[in-house]
């Protein structure tokens, strides 16, 4: 289910080619919060075995303050490369980011926010 159209404004391309993924239930490492000018509140940089470190929403932490935080859902950190005027299907929202795929594709990833503008 979709939660909107959105058209890319500013182009986005991911720094992180090997993005963070787990399934739920995974064991996380949890280590700094986010900060930063962007407001990408809520985002934590994890580790799990056999991956490298990433981001991951909050939303995603169970047990966070726990000595056993682990993954509440299947999770990945993967960002899409998008262009100004690309036109996407926002999936989820969260922290700033958006989940999405463009709408003549079906490649999935997070894009900023900021980056997006929602038309329908």
């Not at 986005?12 to 000018?37: C, D, K, N, Q, W």
């Not at 962007?38 to 966070?64: A, K, M, N, R, S």
């Not at 509440?72 to 929202?93: C, H």
């Amino acid at each position: 289910m979709s939660i909107g159209i959105y058209r890319v404004i500013l182009p986005h391309e991911s720094e992180y080619p090997e993005p963070i993924t787990f399934v739920m239930g995974a064991p996380l490492a949890v280590g700094e919060r986010y900060t930063g000018p962007e407001g990408w509140d809520d985002w934590y940089f994890c580790t799990t075995p056999g991956q490298q470190g990433g981001w991951v929403p909050v939303q995603i932490i169970e047990g966070l303050a726990s000595e056993a935080p682990f993954a509440r859902e299947d999770y990945t950190a993967r960002e899409l490369d998008v262009r100004k005027g690309d036109t996407l299907l926002g999936l989820r929202i969260l922290n700033g980011w958006l989940w999405c795929r463009p709408v003549e594709g079906t490649e999935h990833g997070w894009v900023p926010l900021a980056n997006l503008q929602e038309v329908a």
